[in-house]
């Protein structure tokens, strides 16, 4: 089982881009999904999470307005919308699936102990 995102790359200020997590080998949508960004220097934070059957979306301070997370269970893919993109946007960027046997709690959903599996990350560079 893994998940692979896809989507990243350099943007200008302002810009956006679309991010995309693929489950490979189970299907995505029994699981939760986070997402997740690590910027330089920094340690990784929670960007956004969104429900199994996606009625609910979470966000960090940081994105809400921006961001918007969304999932097309068919295809197996959850999506990461990302608009008015600033350099402090710049990050590696992961998606990861909830424990099903041990969910996060109210409020949890942006620590990665909850999470168990990870993809790779895909880079994002917003710079002029």
């Known amino acids: 089982s893994q998940l692979v995102e896809a989507g990243g790359g350099l943007v200008t200020p302002g810009g956006a881009l679309r991010l995309s997590c693929a489950g490979r080998g189970f299907a995505v949508e029994k699981y939760a999904i986070g997402w997740f960004r690590r910027a330089p220097g920094k340690e990784r934070e929670g960007v956004s999470y969104?429900?199994?059957?996606?009625?609910?979306?979470k966000y960090s301070e940081s994105v809400k307005g921006r961001f918007t997370v969304a999932r097309d269970n068919v295809q197996n893919t959850v999506y990461l919308e990302m608009n008015s993109l600033t350099p402090e946007d710049t990050a590696v960027y992961y998606c990861a699936a909830e424990d099903p046997d041990y969910p996060a709690p109210a409020g949890g959903w942006g620590m990665e102990l909850w999470y168990d599996i990870w993809g790779q990350g895909t880079q994002v560079t917003v710079s002029s």
């Open positions: 969104i429900s199994k059957d996606g009625t609910i979306t």
